[in-house]
């Protein structure tokens, strides 16, 4: 494979999943170690991605408020946009961080009346600027790679909540292995928020349906609500409207 070929898997990857790790690419490129160093010290000298112990992740995490590139932006202002449609005056609502978690914070009505608890230091001030609803940043260590709270004080305020609604971003969403994620920490407070909720919405671009990280964050049988940006009846939907509302 062509180094050029092999940037432009790295920086797919990338832009999918916001992180990737060395040993990961290793084994999709079916190349060394040393190689996989040497292509992502390049991509960081030019400005595609920043390097993280143990891989890289997307500028758009990095650099989050200057927002130089958004992966697939359009799509998720699209499923962001249906997915703003299930708050109702109110409720409480949970939510994960990533950048359609953004695009949804920039979107919460004005004048909403109720709850809105977030893991995401970002997300908590998107919607601060944007509405007057209550938000409440569930504090604790931030992650490097995914600008969210995480670790045990996360997990302990999450475990008094009962939300009415929670959103999460997919890493990955299958009908087989449900939604999932990479990181252990991240997984571990998506499944403290999917558990402190009484329904959950996945929020999904096209391209993450039927792909699988390593970690199980629920079963689909635990999703209520599936929003991408697709219609409710495309086909590739079909398997998954046994177990989830599609939007």
């Known amino acids: 494979m062509l180094q050029e070929e092999?940037?432009?898997i790295i920086i797919h990857q990338i832009n999918l999943h916001q992180k990737v790790t060395t040993a990961g690419l290793c084994k999709t490129l079916r190349v060394s170690l040393d190689t996989v160093?040497?292509?992502l010290n390049e991509l960081e000298a030019g400005g595609k991605i920043v390097k993280v112990h143990g891989g890289a992740i997307s500028r758009s995490f990095h650099i989050p408020f200057q927002q130089p590139e958004v992966y697939a932006r359009e799509e998720k202002k699209e499923i962001a946009g249906k997915a703003v449609q299930l708050i109702k005056d109110g409720m409480v609502i949970l939510s994960a961080g990533g950048t359609i978690m953004l695009e949804l914070a920039r979107m919460i009505p004005k004048n909403l009346k109720g709850i809105f608890f977030t893991?995401?230091?970002l997300v908590a001030l998107e919607i601060a600027q944007q509405s007057t609803v209550q938000v409440i940043l569930l504090g604790g260590p931030v992650s490097?790679?995914?600008y969210i709270c995480v670790g045990a004080p996360v997990a302990s305020q999450l475990a008094e909540i009962k939300?009415?609604?929670c959103f999460i971003g997919a890493n990955g969403f299958s009908v087989k292995e449900g939604l999932t994620d990479q990181d252990w920490e991240v997984v571990q407070i998506k499944k403290a928020i999917v558990k402190s909720s009484l329904k959950t919405a996945v929020l999904s671009i096209e391209e993450k349906l039927e792909t699988a990280q390593k970690l199980q964050v629920c079963p689909l049988q635990s999703v209520d609500y599936l929003i991408s940006s697709l219609k409710p009846g495309d086909k590739k939907l079909a398997r998954y409207s046994r177990y989830a509302r599609i939007l």
């Open 6 to 8: 092999r940037h432009q």
């Open 37 to 39: 160093r040497r292509d």
């Open 119 to 121: 893991v995401s230091p």
């Open 144 to 146: 490097h790679d995914s």
């Open 163 to 165: 939300a009415d609604l």
